[in-house]
């Protein structure tokens, strides 16, 4: 897929490929346009200039065509975890027996099936991007986009929540684009990281990240990782100065 | 009964006891005459005493209030919904809301008389009056601040609009939705007897303590007073109720069983 677009003041122009089923990081210290190129992405936007392809297809300023989780859960509190999964049906074409079943099977899988009925109030912040992320898989949307999911946990859930994201990722093949500003978070994930620098928002560095998978809590102290950070640290703190 | 029902249930009542004694306590204390004020007691029998008489009219005014709040009800909610997607009719119309409520309602009723004539009518519209502007309000002021990331959420699924107002706005908006009808149900059955002072087909509940005032039977006018009052209450507690089923969420953390499950 290639996306192609610019958003003047807010995003300068960005010319953006990502290869099927990879994982790409976007990192950058907030104000540097990293939502604003979701938001064009996810459709919510329209660009000033550019275009936006998935799979070939031009979907520029049109919505429907990704899966969409924020930093923020979105759960709606008057739905259980079960109704809250298969919320994208609901309010797209309708829920069915069987994307209720899958709601129930995918929770089960990692770990949920125990909480099918309870209210999203009842659930640790943890537990409740779980299931927003579960929401978004289960919208069947080959690409991802991650706005600081995990930026609320705390550093325990936060280390979890990247390892069971990981492991979603390589058993249900999606495109991830993950948004953060925690470098150790972006070197952790992905295959290929982008620097980004604010005002006007653009993308300073491409960097390739071919840390040997399945990453672990070894991979944070190896050399190749270190370097990894140290080089980006040094583009971030380049342009902040 | 467990704790908590005793609190929330028995505290209030605590507090009806305590004012009916406090009542009883001035009587008592300052020696005022029975034809100003009756002991609670003497109300109280004055409405027991005269059961066969009072019920159906207890009933007549139940009718007014429960015609009117459910138009009223419509009324509000299509408003405040319609006005919270067109920033024009907003414009246009919230100005008329206000208007309306200027309106003394007293005088209100005097020109329905005209129009409608003695009959249920009447009653009917200045519940409705009186109960559509808080519903409303609040209706407008929900739909209003639904959090605009949940609605940005469901325009990225592609939802169209009616499906997002459906799902999401209006649950989100489920707690001012009920403020509005709770405030509307508190004023509802005030309408009701403002409606049938200004005359009634047959007998009413305002005209029958019309006519204790007139014989000066003082146990009886505060005895049809405490009678609204109490049907007033009982509105109000059942629009509560009807929030209690609706919004489950708000007290439990287990959905009690799956609905609409095949």
Known sequence: MGKTFGETAALAPVTLDVADGSFVAVVGPSGCGKSTLFNVIAGLLEPDEGEVRVAGVDVTGTTGHVGYMLQKDLLVPWRTVEDNITMAARLTRGVTPEDRAEARRVASGYGLGEFLRHYPSALSGGMRQRVALMRTLVTHQPLLLLDEPFGALDAQTRLEMQQWLLQVWRETGRTVLFITHDVDESIFLSDRILVMSPRPGRVVADLGNDLPRPRDLGTLVEPQFVTLKARIMSLLHEDLS | ?262
């Open chain 2, 1 to 262: 009964m467990n704790r908590k029902t005793l609190l929330n249930v028995g505290v209030p009542l605590l507090s009806l006891v305590l004012l009916l004694l406090l009542w009883q306590g001035i009587v008592v204390v300052f020696h005022v005459a029975p034809y100003i004020a009756p002991r609670p007691m003497a109300a109280i029998r004055s409405v027991t005493d005269n059961w066969s008489t009072l019920w159906p009219l207890v009933l007549g005014t139940i009718r007014e209030t429960v015609y009117g709040f459910a138009c009223g009800a419509v009324l509000g909610l299509t408003l405040g919904a319609v006005m919270a997607k067109v920033g024009f009719l907003q414009r246009l119309v919230y100005p008329v809301l206000v208007l309306s409520q200027a309106v003394p309602t007293i005088a209100l009723a005097a020109p329905l008389v005209l129009i409608l004539g003695f009959g249920v009518g009447p009653k009917v519209v200045i519940v409705a009056w009186i109960v559509f502007f808080p519903v409303a309000v609040n209706v407008l002021d929900g739909l209003s601040h639904v959090d605009q990331d949940l609605v940005n959420l469901a325009r990225v699924y592609g939802a169209p609009r009616w499906r997002t107002f459906v799902h999401i706005e209006v649950p989100a908006s489920a707690t001012p939705i009920f403020t509005g009808l709770k405030i509307g149900a508190t004023y509802a059955v005030g309408g009701a007897i403002i409606g049938e002072f200004l005359g009634s087909e047959g007998a009413s509940l305002a005209i029958f303590q019309e006519h204790a005032n007139a014989n000066f039977n003082t146990a009886a006018v505060y005895g049809t007073t405490m009678l609204m009052t109490v049907i007033g209450i009982s509105w109000f507690l059942l629009v509560i109720g009807l929030e209690t089923l609706a919004t489950p969420w708000q007290r439990r953390s287990v959905a009690r069983r799956y609905r609409w499950r095949r």
